[in-house]
Structures are given as C-alpha cells and as structure tokens.
Nanobody
Framework: VQLQASGGGLVQAGGSLRLSCAVS????????MGWFRQAPGKEREFVAA????????YYADSVTGRFTISRDTAKNTVYLQMNSLKPEDTAVYYC?????????????????WGKGTLVTVSS
C-alpha cells in the first residue's frame, strides 16, 4: 500500500486548506484511514480518522468543528478539509492506513504511512 499526501502550504490564521491522500496498491475491503500531525519538537498526534465505508469518523478534540475528514472510494483518496486554521495547527501532516480489522486512532496501530506534507499557519 502506498500513500501520497499533498495539499500542504502556507496560510494565514483563519484560512483553509484541503489535504489529499491518494491510496494505491492492493485494495482492502475494510480499513481505517487517518491523519496525524507532528509539530516541531512535539510527538506525532492523532488528528482524524475515517472508516473506508465512511460510516464513522473520529476527531481529536483540538480540531473538532474545524476539520472534516472524508473519502472518495472511486478515487481511492482521503481528504482533510481544514477550516479556521490556527498557528498551533502548524505541523507536518501524515496520512496513514490501518489494514487490519478495527478502528485505530493512535499511530502505533497504523500499518502504512505516507510522507508528510507541511502546513504552516501564520498569525
């Protein structure tokens, strides 16, 4: 499974960005896709997750109400719409996949990772 994240960039506080994660490789009937982020000097943290069916979504408290995770199964792509961005959202954002049964919101339970995309929010 290969994951390719894109869409990062520089944005002013209050602005929006949409990250994309293209998934390729062997298809799986059910798995969880997630977004994590790592700010300078900090540990990687969970941001959002979605089951491949799209029936369930999960969010970190810090982004609830501002970020929305979604997926397009026809395009094998997962998105993270980020609105009302804050300087503390500045980080490298990673997409990840869990191909085993069960939902995961911690990085140690994800099976595949893409390279990160940098999001910088200026004040």
């Amino acid at each position: 499974v290969q994951l390719q994240a894109s869409g990062g960039g520089l944005v002013q506080a209050g602005g929006s960005l949409r990250l994309s994660c293209a998934v390729s490789g062997r298809p799986f009937s059910s798995y969880t896709m997630g977004w994590f982020r790592q700010a300078p000097g900090k540990e990687r943290e969970f941001v959002a997750a979605i089951t491949w069916s799209g029936s369930r979504t999960y969010y970190a408290d810090s982004v609830t109400g501002r970020f929305t995770i979604s997926r397009d199964t026809a395009k094998n792509t997962v998105y993270l719409q980020m609105n009302s961005l804050k300087p503390e959202d500045t980080a490298v954002y990673y997409c990840a996949a869990r191909v085993r049964i069960g939902v995961a919101t911690t990085s140690d339970k994800m099976d595949y990772w893409g390279k990160g995309t940098l999001v910088t929010v200026s004040s």
